[in-house]
């Protein structure tokens, strides 16, 4: 039976009631919390929070968790629904961690992605996201309406299995991909011992740090402030200020100085293209050749980027904060500049290809996901009266 007709029959044989989000759930208080310089690459129990992963970290703590049950979950700041049928521990504040009285959480689950409108701007969403309007089908029969509720579930969760599993295949391409470029990159970077000259990047280069932002943000300003996510995720996320506290210029070198246990943004580097576009924050280090002559910017750019002379330095245990004497401490090869821009033009070519699997393979996982969210929709698209207004919770 096709999804349309499927609805078509459901309408038909029975009502629906809208609730709010806050009339069909209570809240759940978790009886412990962890702060993110707790968080661990493994452990004993997952940790969720409000961002955007699934599972944010794992810890082997003395603990108590959130006890086994079915919970949704909702990001107060980030919005970020999700679905948790396990055992966890609450790792932010501002996490809402959200029990169904009566109806299938999963159900609620789907239902609550599908009906909230997500707001702009970082400030506290619960106060409204309460006020979503649930479909609660055939209302007048409490047994009919969780069967109901579980088919939509059940079709929902087959067409989502189908996505993951195509999510992890093509996940798997790219990590594929990354690797071959990662050994690469290796290759043209490492030199034999005798091979070539080394000085320090104090030598040769000169180095600033950034300053605080946090005053300074603001909507859509004149100036990109590079922070560690900006650089992360390779500009994918940026904050604007209209105040150039820390004035960057092309061809200047900025690496991240802060990260977390096990992270990946520590000495990850991003390279200026533009002046007058960019201004530094604290914990970014900027980096500029003091000959450019002698040492070509782009090759010192490919050369830092997470280099194991600063990776190093983390613990796996506790938030690495890189210093300046750390920084200007690396050894830097000492090769002629035509032979640097040699090594630099193939590293930009194995760059190009990356990021085209990098950008093309996301945007098949998206497409998958607004599949989902197409039926999810198509699933949950109950009439609702014209006159309708939200009551209070």
Not at 6 to 14: N, T
Not at 188 to 214: C, I, P, Q, R, Y
Not at 312 to 322: C, H, I, M, R, S
């Amino acid at each position: 039976m096709s999804t349309a007709n499927f609805m078509g029959k459901l309408l038909d044989s029975f009502g629906v009631e809208w609730k709010t989000l806050g009339t069909v759930i209570k809240t759940v208080t978790a009886p412990s919390k962890l702060k993110s310089q707790a968080y661990r690459a493994t452990g004993r129990l997952p940790i969720i929070d409000q961002g955007i992963e699934f599972i944010a970290g794992y810890t082997d703590e003395e603990i108590t968790p959130v006890g086994a049950g079915e919970y949704v979950i909702f990001g107060d700041h980030s919005e970020h629904i999700k679905y948790v049928d396990f055992p966890f521990v609450q790792g932010a504040d501002g996490l809402k961690i959200l029990s169904p009285i009566l109806d299938n959480a999963k159900y609620i689950y789907h239902a609550f992605q599908n009906c909230y409108t997500k707001e702009l701007g970082y400030k506290r969403h619960w106060s409204t996201a309460q006020q979503t309007l649930i479909p609660i089908p055939c209302p007048e029969n409490p047994k009919k309406s969780l069967e109901i509720q579980a088919e939509i579930v059940r079709i929902l969760d087959a067409f989502t299995e189908l996505t993951t599993e195509l999510t992890t295949e093509l996940t798997t391409e790219l990590t594929t991909r990354k690797k071959q470029y990662n050994y690469y990159r290796d290759q043209l970077l490492s030199f034999e011992e005798g091979e070539v000259e080394w000085k320090t990047l104090g030598e040769v280069a000169n180095f600033s740090n950034g300053k605080g932002h946090e005053k300074d943000i603001v909507e859509g300003g004149k100036y990109i402030v590079v922070n560690s996510k900006f650089i992360s995720t390779d500009g994918k996320v940026s904050k604007y200020s209209d105040n150039q506290l820390c004035p960057l210029f092309v061809d200047d070198i900025l690496i991240v100085m802060s990260d977390l246990p096990n992270g990946k943004a520590l000495s990850k580097t991003f390279i200026v293209d533009k002046d007058e576009k960019y201004t530094l924050n604290q914990r970014i280090g900027a980096i500029s050749a003091k000959n450019k002559g002698a040492l070509l910017p782009k090759f010192l750019h490919y050369f830092l980027n997470r280099t194991p002379q600063l990776t190093k330095y983390d613990n796996g245990a506790d938030q690495t904060n890189l210093r300046k004497d750390q920084i200007l401490g690396i050894q830097i090869p000492t090769i002629p500049i035509e032979e640097q821009k040699r090594r630099v033009a193939i590293l930009e070519k194995f760059d190009a290809l990356t990021n085209s699997i990098t950008e093309g393979l996301p945007r098949e996982i998206e497409l998958r996901q607004k599949q989902y969210e197409y039926y999810r929709d198509l699933l949950l698209r109950f009439p609702k009266p014209e006159t309708m207004s939200t009551p209070n919770v």
